[in-house]
């Protein structure tokens, strides 16, 4: 099959891991295939499998490059890459067919960076992306390796740690010290849940009370959320504690 697993001795590195990369195509072995490449090489992968699916992704996640195939039911490549261009400037590269000439041309035309043509080599597909990425960060479209070592970024949240300033879909949300450690604390791990007592010794440093949690939860999401009762960022697992989704 074209998407032989690429076993070339590539190293992680450490500076791919700031980069989410969403790969979208409705053939889910080439998606599947693509993912392996570029988690390889360190980068985080999000996947959709129409053009629907890919812009739903767009808007609730930081995403810095996509690679979407011209051919998805839903909605096609093109209109959706007509539509996400109406809210971000992120680098796109086409996956085309070589039988697709006129639309690599209209793609080019209503914003897509690059293409490459079905089948291509795992080696070409990387370069064409750090390519890409290269200079999307030259140009200022997202900070540099070591800006982004001061700054943390999930999903709509981008706290500052310079600076000490969160954003939440672009807005800026005041936040008290406490406040502002718990959610540091909360995004340096995504994924991992913290109980209650363990937020309590590392924001708190054991003096006062574990309920001091609670509180500061409950005000971070009144903050955050658009229906605290439902929150999307700051996640409760019941008997366990609290988390921040990868």
Request: a negative charge.
């Amino acid at each position: 099959m074209w998407y032989t697993l690429y076993t070339e001795a590539n190293a992680k590195t450490g500076g791919n891991a700031m980069y989410t990369i969403l790969v979208s195509d409705d053939e889910r072995d080439i998606v599947s295939a693509i993912k392996i490449y570029l988690e390889a090489e360190g980068y985080r992968v999000v996947c959709a499998y129409d053009g629907k699916e890919a812009l739903e992704i767009l808007r609730r996640e930081d995403v810095q490059l996509v690679l979407l195939d011209i051919m998805m039911p839903r909605l096609d490549g093109i209109s959706t890459m007509a539509e996400l261009r109406s809210f971000t400037n992120i680098p796109v590269i086409l996956l085309t067919a070589k039988s697709e000439d006129a639309d690599k041309v209209l793609g080019l035309n209503v914003g897509a960076d690059d293409y490459i043509t079905k089948p291509f080599h795992p080696a070409e597909l990387v370069a064409r992306v750090r390519s890409q990425l290269r200079r999307y960060t030259f140009l200022g479209g997202m900070p540099s390796q070591t800006e982004s070592q001061n700054l943390l970024c999930r999903g709509a949240l981008r706290l500052d740690l310079t600076e000490r300033r969160l954003t939440v879909d672009g807005d800026e949300v005041s936040l008290t010290p406490t406040e502002f450690s718990v959610l540091k604390l909360l995004m340096e791990s995504p994924g991992k849940v913290f109980s209650t007592n363990e937020i309590y010794r590392r924001v708190w440093g054991g003096i006062g009370s574990e309920n001091n949690v609670a509180v500061h939860i409950r005000h971070l999401r009144e903050k955050l959320e658009v229906n605290p009762a439902e929150p999307r960022h700051i996640k409760v697992v019941w008997g366990q504690g609290y988390k921040i989704d990868e």
